[in-house]
């Protein structure tokens, strides 16, 4: 990885010298947007889809991005515990269906088939629902409100959003896992250039430079 110079003393938390992190970030925007379209009176029941297809793809991708994170020019210490913690996603599907079962399968049902299987519905404030109405743009004229839920696989009826929030911070869980295993925070702020940690005045003398701190190659 490439870094100008002039961003010697620019310092951010680890977690963002991951790819994998930042498309989770951009994943949590993702539902962040959601739940604020579900939560108004009106929405275009076709809004909602491409907001899902595109958070499910980028949260799939966070995952895959491991890949790319291990061989990365980071501390080796964080490349072998983010291949650790791939090969056990691998390795251990039963542990992980969140992943395999749903957001790996919900981008490839759209990928190949253009399907998914998050379907919208309207819900009483007594807890059931009602049929949602074919038009294009649906009134909770009965203070009825939008509700995704999810149809087919392990996860029939739960709440689709609230399985997109469990599935992002399931990705969040195992992002941050490998990078405290290698002994980092993931909100320590470390140089862009040189990944150590910023130095501190300490009764007139600055501290706080790691000796052992593995350095980013502004060559590699």
């Not at 291990?70 to 291949?83: D, F, V």
């Not at 039963?94 to 253009?114: C, G, K, P, S």
Request: glycine share 6%; aromatic share 10%.
């Amino acid at each position: 990885m490439t870094v100008p110079t002039k961003y010697a003393n620019s310092y951010v938390p680890v977690k963002y010298f991951l790819s994998s992190y930042r498309a989770l970030s951009d994943g949590r925007s993702g539902i962040r947007h959601l739940d604020e379209r579900l939560a108004e009176a009106t929405f275009l029941l076709s809004e909602w889809k491409v907001i899902w297809i595109g958070t499910c793809a980028v949260l799939r991708t966070a995952i895959d991005l491991f890949r790319v994170d291990a061989k990365s020019c980071l501390s080796p210490r964080i490349r072998n515990e983010i291949t650790a913690e791939w090969n056990a996603i691998k390795d251990q599907r039963e542990d992980h269906a969140i992943f395999w079962d749903f957001l790996r399968q919900e981008r490839d049902n759209v990928i190949h088939e253009y399907q998914w299987r998050a379907y919208e519905q309207w819900i009483k404030p007594d807890g059931t629902f009602r049929a949602t109405r074919l038009s294009l743009l649906s009134l909770a004229d009965d203070d009825a409100k939008p509700v995704l839920l999810m149809k087919g696989g392990p996860f029939e009826g739960r709440n689709s959003l609230d399985l997109l929030k469990e599935g992002a911070n399931w990705v969040e869980a195992r992002i941050f896992g490998a990078i405290r295993r290698a002994g980092f925070d993931p909100e320590e702020r470390r140089g862009l250039v040189h990944f150590q940690l910023r130095p501190t005045l300490t009764g007139g003398v600055l501290s706080g430079l790691s000796d052992d701190a593995t350095q980013l190659d502004p060559q590699a």
